[in-house]
């Protein structure tokens, strides 16, 4: 004996792209909507990378069975919408120095050099007091003029 199909319900819509704006009072369209605007975005604000921006739009139906049965009793959907955007990549190299056990160091104030020396730490000459790093200033030599 053949199984009775399902009639059409009063308020039912059939499901299809146009219609996708009416599913949950249109969150759809905008979860989809969102992810166009975030690729054109991502197109306006680097023009000049070349890269493809994708926009994907994944439906996935699960079937739902009878209790009692074998029977396919409903179908269920999820939409998934999502965007792929070239990776953004700083236009400078910075420099790391690699110590022991997997730690590597960089100069703040010269990141293309992690090798280069801080200046606060520059002598004048061998037996020179270092740079005071607050203000800036060497100390007096007091050898060389005297008291002050």
Do not use: W
């Not at 166009?36 to 306006?44: E, G, H, I, N, W």
């Not at 690699?98 to 020396?117: K, N, T, Y």
């Not at 203000?135 to 007096?140: I, L």
């Amino acid at each position: 004996m053949a199984k009775a199909q399902p009639q059409k319900l009063a308020g039912q819509t059939q499901f299809n792209l146009s219609n996708i704006p009416q599913i949950d009072n249109g969150r759809v369209q905008l979860a989809i909507d969102h992810q166009f605007r975030t690729a054109l975005k991502d197109v306006m604000d680097r023009p000049g990378d070349k890269s493809k921006r994708t926009v994907v739009l994944q439906f996935e139906f699960m079937p739902q069975l009878q209790q009692d049965s074998a029977q396919l009793d409903s179908i269920n959907m999820q939409v998934s919408a999502g965007v792929k955007i070239p990776t953004r990549r700083n236009t400078k190299p910075y420099n790391l120095m690699a110590l022991d056990d997997g730690i590597a160091v960089f100069q703040p104030h010269s990141p293309h050099d992690a090798r280069q020396l801080d200046l606060s730490t520059v002598y004048k000459d061998d037996d020179a007091e270092p740079i005071d790093e607050t203000t800036a200033e060497q100390p007096p030599n007091t050898e060389e003029f005297g008291e002050i």
